[in-house]
């Protein structure tokens, strides 16, 4: 990671990871970096984006360096939502947690707990967690139907693991009910 020459070490500061596309050819891929600053180049960037602009550059003093940055902030609700007591899902990290135990979940699994979730203890069809979870998949129903299994499973030894072993409730020849 390359730090600008004007900057004292106890000036530059990581503002973000930012992930530009990268296109090449057919595919896209994502590249992860930290942005190091100056404070004041900080302080640039942020009035940049307090009135609307998308557009910045940063150089180093002596000329060696010129980043041309195109900004895109968009806004989001909140990434930790609590469901009931000391119960809390943080979306953007893809965690569960009861009181002070955490547990991370997959991407399925996350998508399986937030269709029980929104039933509201309500019954969810077997059908329904399918298209759900899997919407627009290639898979066989067969081995949707097997991959439902194993989720359930799975996320029932996550909610264990975090002290909640009986919430994930089977309703014979029905479904799932998330109890909690």
């Known amino acids: 990671m390359k730090r600008l020459h004007s ?3 106890s000036e530059v500061q990581s503002l973000s990871s ?3 596309r990268l296109v090449g050819g057919s595919s896209e891929r994502r590249l992860t970096a930290t942005l190091m600053m100056s404070e004041t180049a900080s302080q640039r960037l942020l009035g940049v984006l307090a009135r609307g602009g998308t557009d910045f550059r940063l150089s180093a003093a002596d000329g060696s360096l010129m980043l041309r940055l195109r900004l895109a902030v968009s806004t989001t ?3 930790e939502e609590h469901i009931k007591d000391r119960v809390f ?3 953007s990290r893809s965690t569960v947690s009861n009181e002070s135990n955490r547990v991370r979940l997959s991407r399925t699994e996350l998508r399986l707990l937030e ?3 929104r039933a509201n203890g309500a019954t ?3 059908l329904q967690l399918i298209e759900r979870v899997w919407a627009g998949s290639a898979l066989r ?3 949707r139907e097997n991959a439902l299994t194993v989720y359930i499973c799975t996320l029932r030894k996550r909610l264990s693991a975090i002290g909640l072993r009986n919430a994930l409730h089977t309703v014979r ?7 909690l």
């Open 7 to 9: 900057a004292r070490p």
């Open 18 to 20: 930012f992930s530009p």
């Open 77 to 79: 609700t909140a990434a």
């Open 89 to 91: 899902v943080d979306w």
């Open 115 to 117: 269709a029980l979730l």
């Open 124 to 126: 969810v069809t077997r």
């Open 141 to 143: 129903r067969s081995e």
């Open 173 to 179: 020849r029905m479904g799932y009910r998330l109890v």
